[in-house]
């Protein structure tokens, strides 16, 4: 099978646009890693695009195809339409990731992840707010806002401090907390430029353990491959730094458990995605679904002994593989980093069943 893998920051996705380096650092580690394990399955031919101004260390016989600037959107569809499937590691904000899934679609070609529909549903994160209370799994008290008044009184009625976040967004772009509301209009206004546009989320802020968790998806059912702590950056902001995984918590399990409704609640999720949730002292709280390659891919590649490029590509075919087992300790940064800290310590098999 002939695979594209196409991450949007470090692809081309942004050529002839300034492309701020944190985006390119974590979108390359992202990408450098997948296609190194999709490369060691032996059985695929990878191809890849890259912006001219990022370079990247890939294995030896994976085509690159650079986009240039003035014709980069062109150079993308020819691509799509000469391989076998895609795989697209990009961000929600402003629909990027659900656009780039149609496109595919369009060419008929197999999409080694979520469809369109799939990613709409998920990435909305207003319309999964309402399907999550919908379906009774625990979620922030969420509120939709337009202007700038009906925040203020979206953060009255929650109960300040709250979150504010684009409606569409990813990796922690424009998500503030507010204390007040003067924090308020700063973070409405860091919200509309991360994506926002006329409307952003207020949301309760829930005190807790950030942590994530990642899965395989059939479209159908899914399986648990690890719970993951999330290393966050101190408000008002919420930089994602990396994490660790896997996550020794007592409530590990219940993680998992709420991960598990909440993609069986979003119709169509294929391949790796990943969960965001805050464990309080008695809960897991679920944030929002990721559903696409997630930075956490970098730390779980690393603790389980099975290729995970190789279990997704199986999961997307419709076989879900039993749950891997965690059998070392890892720490990862967004920038590839990883380090292996020893063996997984008090785990068992199911603990995360």
């Known amino acids: 099978m002939r695979i594209l893998v196409y991450e949007f920051a470090s692809g081309g996705g942004l050529a002839g646009r300034d492309v701020p380096a944190s985006l390119v650092r974590e979108g390359s580690a992202m990408r450098a890693a997948l296609i190194a394990d999709l490369w060691a399955i032996g059985m695929h031919e990878i191809v890849t695009t890259a912006d001219a101004r990022c370079a990247g260390d890939l294995p030896r016989g994976v085509e690159v195809v650079t986009l240039q600037r003035s014709v980069a959107a062109p150079m993308l569809d020819s691509v799509i339409a000469d391989v076998d499937a895609v795989w ?14 149609a496109q595919v ?29 919908d379906v009774g799994i ?27 976040k684009p409606v569409r967004g990813a990796g922690s772009c424009g998500v503030c907390v507010a204390h007040n509301a003067l924090d308020l209009q700063r973070a409405v206004d860091a919200a509309r430029d991360a994506g926002g546009r006329d ?13 994530s968790v990642s899965l395989l998806a059939n479209g159908g059912d899914v399986v648990p491959l690890a719970v993951n702590a999330q290393t966050i950056g101190l ?5 994602y730094l990396g994490g660790e995984t896997p996550f020794e918590h007592p409530l590990a399990a219940l993680a998992v458990t709420a991960a598990l409704d909440t993609c069986r609640a979003v119709a169509g999720l294929r391949g790796f995605v990943g969960v965001d949730v805050v464990l ?14 997630t930075t956490a891919y970098l730390g779980v ?4 002994d099975e290729n995970v490029a190789a279990l997704a590509l199986a999961a997307c075919a419709g076989d879900l593989p039993a749950q891997p087992r965690p059998r070392r300790q ?6 590839g980093a990883v380090v292996i800290d020893g063996p997984a310590r008090n785990f068992t098999a199911g603990a995360l069943a």
């Open 138 to 164: 625990r979620h922030p008290r969420t509120r939709s806002a337009a202007a700038s008044s009906r925040a203020e009184a979206a953060a009255n009625e929650i109960g300040y401090p709250v979150v504010v």
């Open 88 to 101: 697209l590691i990009a961000p929600e904000t402003d629909g990027c990731l659900e656009q780039l899934a």
């Open 199 to 211: 409307e952003v989320l207020v949301q309760e802020y829930v005190h807790g353990a950030a942590a």
């Open 330 to 335: 890892v720490r990862f940064t967004v920038d």
């Open 235 to 239: 408000p008002p902001s919420f930089e």
């Open 301 to 304: 590649r690393a603790a389980i």
């Open 280 to 293: 309080t002292g008695t809960d897991a709280v679920v944030i929002e679904l990721n559903p696409r390659l």
């Open 105 to 133: 679609e369009q060419h008929g070609r197999t999409l080694l992840g979520p469809g369109a529909a799939a990613i709409g549903g998920a990435s909305n994160k207003a319309q999964l707010a309402r399907r999550l209370a």
